[in-house]
């Protein structure tokens, strides 16, 4: 069994951007620290810099855009999150969403550049279609639920499940994560026994009064 991963998407959250990024990220490597989880932060990229030299806990990009150096103004470009200090990137988030043909380049250039990529996807489906692309991670998460406070693990277990069969059928070496309204211990046990590697989460923890506590308790049941 893999060791359980626990992936903090800061979106754009207040409570996550600026100083309050590098409080949460800090938070989240004294958690790692003392329950030897893997905690990952993914801030928004301007934060990527401050964080990626203040904590020793991986440090992710929301999203890469599919360009090459040059003229794009306003992308995000992959040298620019590795030079920072990112170790990863998600793509094809739910509120990022991508083409296929670009999530396909995405994926080869973290490879490329020896980052991890986390593919997002919202279905069964989709996740099929892109376990073939070989990204390290799938992470299933159906959009109605996300922000909702309502767990994916509970409310809809046939589609953490199903994911994971299609995906290991495909590729067994593609660690898969779920995600959606997860924000209790209960939650991530439930993710865990469902057959996930780990959880992508967010709301639950930047919105709780005290993010440590509940990243604690979060890991608490595994
Ligand atoms: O990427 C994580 C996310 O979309 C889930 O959001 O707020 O339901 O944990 P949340």
Known sequence: KR?????????????????????????????AEETGINMVVAPQSSDIYQLSNKVNIPVFAQHIDAVDAGGHTGSTLIEC?????????????????MKLADIDVAVKKLAQKNMVSVLCTNNIETSAAVATLKPDFVAIEPPELIGSGIPVSKAEPEIVEGTVEV??????????????????????????????????????IIKADDPKEALLNLVSKI
Request: with cysteine; proline share 2%; net charge negative.
């Open 167 to 204: 995906i290991h059928k495909i590729d067994p070496e593609i660690s898969v994560l779920c995600g959606a309204g997860i924000s209790t211990g209960d939650d991530m046990k439930a993710a865990m026994d469902l057959g996930a590697d780990g959880v992508l989460l967010a709301s639950g």
């Open 81 to 97: 999150v590795k030079e920072a200090g990112a170790d990863g990137s998600l793509i094809n988030h739910s509120e990022q969403r």
């Open 3 to 31: 060791t359980p991963i626990v992936i903090l998407n800061f979106k754009t959250y207040l409570e996550s951007t600026g100083i309050n990024a590098v409080n949460l990220a800090t938070a989240s490597e004294m958690v």
